[in-house]
């Protein structure tokens, strides 16, 4: 084996900033061709210009949260056509009037609701009033989409679940922390295939930035007066934890599960005494173990709204993955790392297509449930609820 000799020393210590580190060739990482670690690029199993195979006609009843942009774009790459949109704040609604300047905007949530021609309606709205939207609009015959969370309260959860009973419509929430991210379906892909054997538990660790200078995460610019109000967003294990908890499910195919332990702070906000800073729970399934942690910590140096990682740990592998960045080596996301029995490898899932949208469409189209399994989807619902409702405060000394 070669030594490490003075020229290579010299050489690696002039390379002072992580993106011409992340530019060096594979062997100056240690990633060796042919060697034991490996590096991919994951292909698109479709193509991504292909045109939907459905059409459907969809509107907005709530803009208070900016994710509602990635909702939009995820029904658009399904087929679905924005007709109409109502907003409640209006710099949100200047906002979307210049991205959409051709969408009709109404002044009322009845008119969204009522209108006879679309099929579908997409809410943001402010956490604790998207379930009386989406109950209004299934019994109005339409599907509903909601941002996490899609619901606040167990009694609401016990509505819309009587609801879709009744009406026999769909009440899906945008879990866009697996659904809409590259690297969180590539995994899906694998965990189903047997690549790590059996999942035995999930590490998810999600820190979020509250004021973020880009990006439709829904922070830029500072927070609306509900943000502050955790009976308005949930809490921080209902609002950011609805993501996690979705992931433990999917990944470990639980179909069972309770919260047992979870905590909340206040750790450095006393000027907003009722807001939660930080939260993060143990979760047990029929099929297996969970653990997420949640904070509005992220630093300015990250360069992005948060780092958040997944760890799926199963009995013959794992896998870990750095959804929106790798720190101090490359600021792209979507990054897969993969250990098994015989090697280890770097997967970049950048070039793959999301399912979700045009899955989503034929499902109402055909009134099934491929793109989203809604017992689990409410079922992630309820245990953030419990999370949050059962969650034990701590006071943690200056």
Not at 51 to 64: H, R
Not at 253 to 281: L, Y
Not at 287 to 313: A, E, Q, S
Not at 361 to 379: K, P
Request: aromatic residues 8%.
């Amino acid at each position: 084996m070669q030594s490490d000799g003075p020229n290579r020393r010299s050489f690696l210590k002039t390379m002072s900033s992580a993106g011409m580190l992340a530019a060096l060739p594979e062997a100056a990482l240690g990633l060796q061709p042919g060697g034991s670690i490996i590096h991919e690029i994951a292909e698109p199993d479709q193509d991504a210009d292909a045109k939907p195979k459905y059409s459907i006609k969809f509107a907005v009843c709530g803009m208070s949260h900016d994710h509602i942009y990635g909702m939009i774009g995820a029904i658009q790459r399904g087929g679905g056509t924005l007709v109409a949109a109502w907003g409640g704040e209006e710099d949100k609604l200047a906002a979307f009037r210049k991205r959409f300047p051709d969408v009709q905007i109404v002044a009322t949530q009845d008119e969204i609701i009522n209108d006879p021609s679309t099929q579908l309606i997409l809410s943001s709205q402010i956490a604790n009033e998207r379930a009386g939207i989406g109950i209004r609009a299934m019994k109005h015959g339409k599907d509903f989409l909601s941002d996490k969370p899609g619901c606040t309260t167990l009694e609401d959860l016990a509505a819309i679940r009587k609801t879709i009973a009744e009406t026999k419509k769909i009440y899906a929430i945008l879990y866009s922390e697996r659904l809409e991210v590259k690297a969180a379906v590539k995994a899906g892909e694998l965990v189903q295939a047997g690549a790590i054997g059996k999942v035995i538990q999930t590490i998810n660790i999600a820190p979020h930035q509250i004021i973020q200078g880009h990006g439709d995460a829904g922070g830029s610019g500072g927070r609306p007066d509900w943000f502050w109000n955790p009976v308005q967003f949930g809490g921080i294990l209902c609002d950011i934890g609805s993501h996690q908890v979705d992931q433990f499910l999917y990944y470990t195919g639980s179909t069972e599960a309770e919260v047992a332990e979870s905590q909340i702070a206040n750790v450095r906000h006393p000027q907003k005494p009722n807001f939660q800073d930080f939260g993060d729970m143990v979760l047990r399934g029929n099929r297996g173990l969970g653990y997420v942690r949640l904070d509005w910590f992220t630093p300015d140096g990250l360069g992005t709204w948060g780092d958040g990682r997944l760890f799926i740990l199963g009995t013959d592998g794992y896998i870990e993955l750095r959804k929106y960045t790798n720190v101090a080596v490359a600021k792209q996301g979507n990054n897969l790392f993969i250990v098994d029995q015989k090697q280890a490898r770097y997967i970049d899932c950048n070039n793959l297509t999301l399912p979700f949208g045009p899955q989503f469409v034929a499902d109402i189209v055909n009134r099934t449930h491929n793109a989203q399994d809604q017992t689990q989807c409410l079922l992630a619902a309820e245990l953030v609820i419990k999370a949050q409702k059962n969650a034990k405060l701590v006071h943690l000394e200056a």
